[in-house]
């Protein structure tokens, strides 16, 4: 599978529902090969696993995260990598690329073995767009079709930051958003940058990486 694809069939219980009981992808009859499956704005969306490009940009972020703490042990992020987001609020289930949570937070799900975590545990979700998974990513775009996008539904539910990374050769950058907007489902620009460019992020987040080996999908 190399395009991301929406799934209208009929199913047994609510997209949410079978999706939080993990059931889903075992209903779809979907391979075991890093495929993934969300549920945004209440559709079933089919995306293939990323490419060996799209998993370093995260590994990248999450090593600059990994450095901080190195450098000062009291820094009280942690990450996390594809980890379901059960956004119960609007029925959504998500797989972000990755997420930063408090350590006391992560060691109490990790005790506890959930299976999920949820929106009011993170402090950060970061996406990195592909050319198989590019609207459900986004910004709503204004004039068209108002669906729910992840970028909408992390804001609809008190996500504080969200990180973007466009890897689109028409509009390349990253995008750090904060300040959601719970009634519209709207987030603020805090800053943005360029591929290549180093990423410093704002307290309370408190970390930084390097982006100069990042390209657009493509290159």
Same mark, same amino acid.
């Given at each position: ?15 949410? $529902? ?30 293939? =696993? ?53 350590? #006391? ?19 950060? $979700? ?39 990374? #466009? ?15 719970? =009634? ?34 493509? #290159?």
């Amino acid at each position: 599978m190399s395009v991301d694809a929406i799934v209208h069939m009929p199913l047994p219980d609510s997209p949410h $529902a079978m999706w939080v009981r993990d059931e889903l992808a075992e209903f779809l009859h979907l391979p075991q090969d890093g495929t993934r499956v969300e549920v945004v704005g209440g559709e079933v969306i089919v995306s293939p =696993g990323r490419t060996i490009d799209h998993a370093a940009i995260v590994s990248d972020i999450q090593a600059g995260l990994v450095l901080a703490q190195a450098a000062s042990p009291d820094l009280s992020w942690r990450p996390l990598q594809s980890a379901d987001l059960n956004l119960t609020g609007i029925g959504d289930g998500y797989i972000p690329d990755l997420t930063v949570l408090h350590h #006391e937070i992560l060691t109490r799900a990790r005790a506890s073995r959930v299976r999920h975590v949820f929106p009011y545990q993170l402090q950060l $979700a970061v996406e990195v767009t592909a050319p198989s998974r590019t609207w459900h990513c986004r910004e709503p775009v204004l004039g068209r079709e108002q669906r729910l996008t992840k970028w909408s539904g992390y804001a609809l539910s008190g996500v504080p930051w969200h990180l973007l990374v #466009e890897r689109d050769p028409r509009t390349p950058g990253i995008i750090l958003y904060h300040r959601p907007d719970q =009634g519209t489902g709207r987030y603020r620009v805090h800053t943005t940058w360029k591929l290549g460019e180093q990423v410093i992020l704002p307290e309370p987040l408190g970390f930084s990486f390097s982006t100069e080996l990042w390209q657009p999908w493509g #290159e």
